[in-house]
């Protein structure tokens, strides 16, 4: 079992810069892949961008790349998500996912239902 817990949220104007971290703790992270997903309200949590643990190969939903930036530091068992430029649309609560899935599989359907441990989230919020 894996045990997942967010931070960093808050709120920001738009064009600005905020990291969100996970925390991972419970079992080896070599074969997992992680991943960090958001939901605004109303909607259905929408993936953002996935990393392998053991390679540090990526994967980003078109509407975050070149903004979004998803990393691991091995040292300290943390995800992170480094979201630069900054929209009012990304206004939205954000999750931390892992999955002992490969990442290829993501890539192929990169939906929330692949992934079986969550964080709680954090609420991220981006004013105009």
């Known amino acids: 079992q894996v045990q997942l817990v967010e931070s960093g949220g808050g709120l920001v104007q738009a064009g600005d810069s905020l990291s969100l971290s996970c925390a991972v703790s419970?079992?080896?992270?070599?074969?997992?892949?992680m991943a960090w997903f958001h939901r605004a309200p109303g909607k259905e949590r929408k993936f953002i961008a996935a990393?392998?643990?053991?390679?540090?190969?990526?994967y980003y939903a078109d509407s975050v790349k070149g903004r979004f930036t998803i990393s691991r530091d091995n040292a300290k068992n943390t995800v992170f998500l480094q979201m630069n430029s900054l929209k009012p649309e990304d206004t939205a609560v954000y999750y931390c996912a892992a999955d002992n899935a490969d990442l290829r599989t993501v890539v192929r359907a990169p939906t929330w239902r692949l992934f079986r441990s969550w964080g709680q989230g954090t609420q991220v919020n981006v004013s105009s």
């Open positions: 990393i392998s643990w053991g390679s540090g190969n990526t």
């Open positions: 419970g079992r080896t992270f070599s074969t997992l892949t």
